[in-house]
């Protein structure tokens, strides 16, 4: 069951596109944190919410935000995937311990072995503010991340 409103957001540490460990701790008091989990790179569903991230990525990466995307993909996979579709934002890999910290979150997909489509916006006390998790096949409104971020200000 995947985590709730109010719910302390699990600390975590992966790797990004990058090879760069990211850690959610590290924004703690300084930025807010949408977190997005998608099932697999250069998927349809995946690369177009990502894509449309990335297209308005000011509104999602400033001053007062982090967006971190995340699939149980390897960090290899994550490379080149982030820079077919151009993401400048860390594009984290939870390969291993495979899909720990979507489990963590309450969205492992064991049968498939990847994350379903969750999103949190964690604030900047890392207490998750707002949620929602979609289908594997049903593309997220990023209007609604824009909102739940206005909220927090």
């Known amino acids: 069951m995947a985590l709730e409103i109010g719910s302390i957001a699990p ?3 992966l790797k990004d596109q990058h090879g760069q460990v990211v850690s959610l701790s ?12 998608y099932p697999f790179s250069f998927t349809g569903t995946c690369t177009g919410e990502l894509c449309a991230m990335r297209d308005d990525l000011s509104a999602f990466q400033n001053d007062d935000a982090e967006l971190l995307a995340v699939s149980c993909d390897s960090p290899f996979t994550q490379r080149v995937f982030a820079e077919k579709e151009g993401y400048n934002f860390p594009v984290l890999s939870d390969f291993w311990p495979h899909g720990a910290v979507a489990s963590a979150y309450g969205i492992f997909n064991e049968e498939k072995g990847c994350a379903i489509r ?4 964690i604030n900047k006390e890392g207490v998750i503010a707002w949620t929602v998790i979609n289908g594997m096949g049903d593309a997220r409104n990023a209007g609604d991340y824009k909102a739940a971020l206005a909220a927090l200000k």
């Open 11 to 13: 600390d975590f540490a």
């Open 26 to 37: 590290s924004f703690k008091g300084q930025k807010n944190v949408v977190l997005l989990f």
């Open 118 to 121: 969750g999103t949190f916006i």
